[in-house]
C-alpha cells in the first residue's frame, strides 16, 4: 500500500514537472507593432547583423509578436576611447517595411555599453534597418547641455 502511494506520488510529480504553463499572449502581432517600442513587449533574436562605424546594427524579429526592430550597440573600446576625450556617441536606429513609412528611434544610447533601438514594423514581410550615429563633442559640459552634435552619416544595414 506504502509502495502504490509512493508510485501515485512520483507519477503525479512527474506530470506536473512536464506540464507547462502557456505562454503569455504577445503585446502586438504584425502590423498591430507598427509603431511600439520592442522594449517589454516583445523578445526577439537577430536576423541580421553588420559592422557599421563605431558600432553593431542588428535587424531584430520576434516569433511571438511577428515584429522587426533595428538595434545598434556601439563597441565598448570605441566608447571608452571616445569618453576619455568628451565625446559621446548618439544613434538614430530605423526599420522599415520596403515600400512602407519607416520607424525611428525609440531609444537613445547615452551610456556605456546600452544600445539603441528602433520602434518596431511588421515583421511578416521584408524589413529592413539602419543608422545614423552622432558624435556630440564636449559631452562632458559642466552645463549638462550637450555640445557640438555632428552626424557621421547613415549606414543602411541587413534586411530579412
Not at 101 to 124: I, K, N, Q, V
Not at 126 to 144: D, K, L, M, Q, W
Amino acid at each position: 500500500m506504502v509502495a502504490a502511494f509512493a508510485l501515485a506520488i512520483v507519477a503525479t510529480t512527474a506530470t506536473l514537472a512536464t506540464t507547462s504553463a502557456p505562454a503569455a499572449a504577445a503585446a502586438c502581432y504584425g502590423a498591430s507593432c507598427n509603431g511600439l517600442s520592442p522594449e517589454r513587449r516583445c523578445a526577439g533574436q537577430t536576423v541580421g547583423a553588420m559592422h557599421v562605424g563605431d558600432g553593431m546594427l542588428e535587424l531584430r524579429w520576434s516569433r511571438d509578436c511577428v515584429a522587426n526592430w533595428g538595434r545598434f550597440t556601439p563597441y565598448a573600446r570605441t566608447e571608452a576611447t571616445y569618453a576619455a576625450a568628451g565625446i559621446a556617441i548618439w544613434a538614430r536606429v530605423t526599420v522599415w517595411n520596403p515600400g512602407m513609412p519607416s520607424y525611428d528611434t525609440a531609444y537613445h544610447a547615452l551610456w556605456m555599453g546600452e544600445s539603441t533601438y528602433s520602434f518596431m514594423t511588421d515583421g511578416r514581410p521584408r524589413a529592413c534597418t539602419g543608422v545614423e550615429i552622432f558624435h556630440v563633442y564636449n559631452a562632458g559640459n559642466p552645463s549638462g547641455a550637450p555640445g557640438d552634435m555632428q552626424s557621421q552619416g547613415w549606414w543602411w544595414g541587413p534586411c530579412y
